[in-house]
């Protein structure tokens, strides 16, 4: 699992009254003795004792478990708030996340989980979503590809992995807050606290900035995002890519990427829904007589359709299955036949329609409108 920002700003340890080395059995019992001292039965209407029975029950969720542990102990190692917590003024959790702060910005660079920007405001922020267009073929978009979109956006620095520091070197802890990013003046029980002016409430002091990103932990560039468009994605659409939008700021999770999908149309075949559609011009002793006609599809080869006798201009056949691919099954493909008239005759092709003309013998196909 991920580290939490809890676990930056919170003495799990002090708060179950341990000691960072004790164990598994230590843990268990502390617990089991404080919960049962703050649980909401015991003292009931008291807001104060169910606030730290919730704090205690937060601190067992992590300390307690062996994996959480490990990971939380390692987060606290690697960040400043491996110096120790300053005392007071801060309130049981020990440690504040103050505006300006840009630890977690660090601390997410170090676990890869997206860089920072300029200054700004303090706390985990999630990546910007980005959006950008794809253009697909018809058969692409009808049957599914892998491919991939270039985009230029902020990306997390390749450089220093987001950290802002300049490779080879490590950003120290601040001497004037002692790695907080907090100054506190220190009154009572709620002494206020301001950031830290030395290191603009990072708590930490980058001596050699990146020089790719200038400490920032973000650089603008061209970004290749592979990307799998599902069969049957359809012109207008938006494929979701989670997580490959903007890095997230002070250790948030990144922003999620929006690709909307352009599909080129097709010289022959159209969409309806999951549906094909395909005109197929046929001449009139095919229409009249009936015939089998060789049609195209998209995925699968020519087939054979087979046209009844007498079938008018503008029928509608369908090949079952031979549409745009889909998990409940596929669409069909919706074969119009249309009755090509020949646009110039040679005498003998005029010599034969006039016959037709004769064997209609007079009988007009428009009597039905009265005219
Ligand atoms: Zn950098
Ligand atoms: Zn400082």
């Known amino acids: 699992m991920a580290p939490q920002r809890e676990w930056f700003e919170k003495d799990y ?12 059995k230590e843990i268990k019992s502390a617990y089991r003795k404080l919960s049962r001292e703050y649980h909401p039965d015991a003292n009931p209407g008291d807001a104060a004792a169910e606030e730290r029975f919730k704090e205690i029950s937060a601190a067992y969720d992590v300390v307690g478990d062996s994996a959480k542990r490990k990971e939380y102990d390692e987060v606290r190692r690697l960040g400043p708030a491996s110096a120790g917590f300053p005392g007071g003024g801060a309130g049981p959790g020990g440690f504040t996340f103050t505006d300006g ?23 985990p922020h999630r990546g910007q ?4 267009e794809l253009h697909l073929s018809f058969a692409d978009a009808v049957n ?4 991939a979109v270039h985009l230029t956006s902020d990306a ?9 520091a300049k490779p080879g070197t490590l950003p120290h802890r601040c001497g004037n807050c002692d790695g907080s990013g907090v100054v506190s003046d220190n009154q009572g029980l709620f002494g206020l606290s301001a950031p830290c002016p030395a290191c603009a409430g990072r708590g930490v002091i980058i001596d050699d900035p ?16 592979k990307m799998r468009v599902p069969a049957g994605v359809d012109d207008g659409q938006r494929i979701r890519l989670k997580g490959r939008g903007g890095p997230g700021r002070s250790g948030g999770p990144p922003g999620d990427l929006y690709v909307v999908v352009r599909v080129a149309l097709h010289p ?4 309806k829904g999951h549906h094909l559609t395909l005109v197929a011009p046929v001449t009139f002793p095919e229409a009249a007589l009936g015939a089998d006609i060789v049609v195209p599809t998209l995925s699968s080869g020519p087939m054979t359709l087979r046209i009844p006798p007498g079938t008018r201009s503008g029928r ?21 036949v249309e009755v090509a008239v020949p646009a110039k005759l040679s005498a003998a092709q005029r010599k034969a329609v006039e016959s037709l003309q004769t064997a209609s013998n007079g009988e007009s196909p428009r009597a039905h409108l009265g005219v």
């Open 144 to 147: 599914g590809v892998t491919t």
């Open 129 to 132: 979503d980005l959006e950008t």
């Open 156 to 164: 997390t620095c390749r450089t220093c992995n987001g950290s802002g």
């Open 316 to 336: 509608t056949f369908r090949i079952k299955g031979k549409g745009v691919p889909a998990p409940k099954g596929a669409g069909d493909l919706l074969v119009t």
């Open 268 to 271: 022959l075949f159209g969409r």
């Open 210 to 225: 990146c020089p790719t990103c200038r400490g920032t932990g973000v650089e603008r560039r061209q970004r290749e995002v």
């Open 101 to 123: 702060g840009d630890l977690g910005d660090l601390l997410g660079g170090l676990f890869g989980r997206g860089g920072r920007r300029g200054g700004g405001r303090s706390g």
């Open 13 to 24: 340890y002090r708060v179950l009254g341990v000691s960072e080395s004790a164990t598994a």
